[in-house]
């Protein structure tokens, strides 16, 4: 059984600033933690519009959040703007993204996510997409593999991993999570607290997905579809989403379009870590439509 934690439930409400009568976007539904805590503040009049690219998650969210007043729909979150527009509704209250990666995507067979699995190399959030963490590991370029890995991953040893997996790729494709994730290790040599594999892995969940500009799109349809007073609310999970994040706020308050109310980016607990360790690296930010 797969235990789902939301993060920063209490911050999140406070920022979004739940109106009662209102309409709300989780455009990252997920399984529905968060769209479950925001739809116990909501009137009969309130709504919420839940989106997730997942299959599998969208079916676990449909059975959490059964209430007449919830519209779930398959999309990638950079598509905001048209699902929200295909419901009818016209302006909404507040759009919220958690960028995470859920641990029932961590933890679920045939996913390929994690380097402790003995499973091929997949990271697709939707499992239509043709591209895999296969296909780049073992096609790309080695400087586009290191490229990738010192951009998205922050991997000080991007450029003799990518030495490794071609080296290795000349004797036999690589195909397997655990297969890379002893390349990496064996380029570090030394292990720390922190798995070797760590930043490899989500620079290539990240090329996998194109988060990068699915975050920047995901964000400027927002401005699309809030109403004026309507807010942002997002959490990031490392620094290159949460400096993406950052970015268009500061360039989006510049231009008249949002009023920061997040100085700094707000993080979790210490009580809230303890009790869920996967929410040490957040870091939640927000803004008001103007």
Do not use: W
Request: contains cysteine.
């Amino acid at each position: 059984m797969i235990i789902h934690l939301p993060v920063m439930v209490r911050e999140v409400l406070e920022v979004l600033g739940i109106a009662p009568g209102g309409t709300y976007v989780d455009a990252t539904v997920g399984l529905g933690g968060h769209a479950e805590r925001i739809l116990g503040l909501l009137n009969a009049e309130g709504r919420i519009i839940g989106i997730d690219r997942d299959e599998e998650a969208l079916r676990m969210a449909r059975e959490r959040l059964t209430d007449r007043r919830v519209i779930l729909k398959k999309g990638k979150f950079s598509e905001v703007k048209d699902i929200v527009g295909e419901t009818g509704l016209h302006g909404v209250d507040g759009v919220f993204f958690d960028f995470g990666v859920s641990m029932m995507q961590f933890r679920a067979p045939g996913r390929g996510f994690s380097f402790h699995a003995e499973e091929p190399l997949d990271m697709r959030m939707n499992g239509t997409q043709r591209m895999k963490a296969e296909d780049i590991v073992n096609t790309y370029q080695e400087s586009e593999l290191e490229r990738i890995f010192r951009e998205y991953g922050e991997e000080k040893y991007a450029k003799r991993i990518a030495k490794a997996i071609g080296a290795h790729r000349m004797k036999k494709r690589v195909t397997m999570c655990t297969e890379l994730a002893e390349i990496v290790s064996a380029v570090y040599r030394r292990r720390g607290r922190i798995h070797p594999a760590t930043k490899t892995f989500q620079a290539l969940r990240i090329a996998v997905n194109d988060e990068v500009a699915e975050i920047e799109k995901g964000l400027e349809g927002s401005m699309d579809v809030l109403r004026s007073g309507g807010r942002l609310c997002t959490i990031s999970y490392h620094s290159l989403e949460d400096r993406t994040v950052k970015n268009f706020m500061r360039d989006a308050q510049k231009d008249g379009l949002v009023r920061i109310i997040t100085k700094k980016p707000l993080s979790p607990s210490h009580d809230e870590v303890r009790s869920n360790p996967s929410s040490r690296s957040a870091k939640l930010r927000g803004a008001e439509r103007l």
